[in-house]
């Protein structure tokens, strides 16, 4: 079965960078599949942020794109977002999941609250 | 991008079928026939329903099920259970390997 978990700080002081990682487990990354960050603010939507492939190409949200950065290790079976000049409006709960191309996520995080506050 | 339109809301009593519209543009929706749907429930992560319109992944109930007509697509809930009270978000791809979102629904169960 596959399993991911996200970590990283809660708290994030504004104008730093977000940074997470995802650990998956039950899965090779390097097999194969895309792994995407997807973000939901306390009480809204969810929203796309950007998907990595596992040989390292990356997609992001234009809307995201200049503060954004995905990058994988296989090594260690994980991938790691960083999002820069954070601001209030980042404050989100953040997951990660195994994605078919950018098309759908069919394995996905618990997700982790990360509050954007000095 | 900007976001796919669903409506805030729905409702249905037990054994009844509703209906959620998701609508979009030809540069997403329409364009492409990779339109998916997730259920979540409080505090609990997204679980994928519906991809590629109108496949469910196994484990998903036969209750639940896709179509997509020009730029909207719906997920019918059939036979309504308590359990299907949920949030539920379309998305669907949106060319150049961009991904957008629905503003989301909550189904209540009446």
């Known amino acids: 079965q596959v399993q991911l978990q996200e970590s990283g700080p809660g708290l994030v002081k504004p104008s730093e960078t977000l940074s997470l990682t995802c650990a998956v487990s039950?899965?090779?990354?390097?097999?194969?599949?895309?792994w995407g960050w997807i973000r939901q603010p306390p009480g809204k939507g969810l929203e796309w942020i950007g998907n990595?492939?596992?040989?390292?190409?990356?997609f992001y949200s234009p809307s995201l794109k200049s503060r954004v950065t995905i990058s994988v290790d296989t090594s260690k079976n994980q991938f790691s977002l960083n999002l820069s000049s954070v601001t209030a409006a980042d404050t989100a709960v953040y997951y990660c999941?195994?994605?078919?191309?950018?098309?759908?996520?069919?394995?996905w995080g618990q997700g982790t609250l990360v509050t954007v506050s000095s | 991008q900007s976001a796919l339109t669903q409506p805030p809301s729905a409702s249905g009593s037990p054994g009844q079928s509703v209906t959620i519209s998701c609508t979009g543009t030809s540069s997403d929706v329409g364009g492409y026939n990779y339109v998916s749907w997730y259920q979540q429930h409080p505090g609990k992560a997204p679980k994928l329903m519906i991809y590629?319109?109108?496949k469910r992944p196994s484990g998903v109930p036969g209750r639940f099920s896709g179509s997509k007509s020009g730029n909207t697509a719906s997920l019918t809930v059939s036979g309504l259970q308590a359990e299907d009270e949920a949030d539920y978000y379309c998305?669907?791809?949106?060319?150049?390997?961009?991904?957008?979102f629905g503003g989301g629904t909550k189904l209540t169960v009446l």
């Open positions: 590629e319109v109108t």
């Open positions: 039950g899965y090779s990354m390097s097999s194969g599949y895309y």
């Open positions: 990595i492939y596992h040989s390292g190409n990356t």
């Open positions: 999941a195994r994605g078919v191309a950018t098309r759908h996520f069919d394995y």
């Open positions: 998305s669907s791809y949106a060319g150049s390997n961009n991904l957008v």
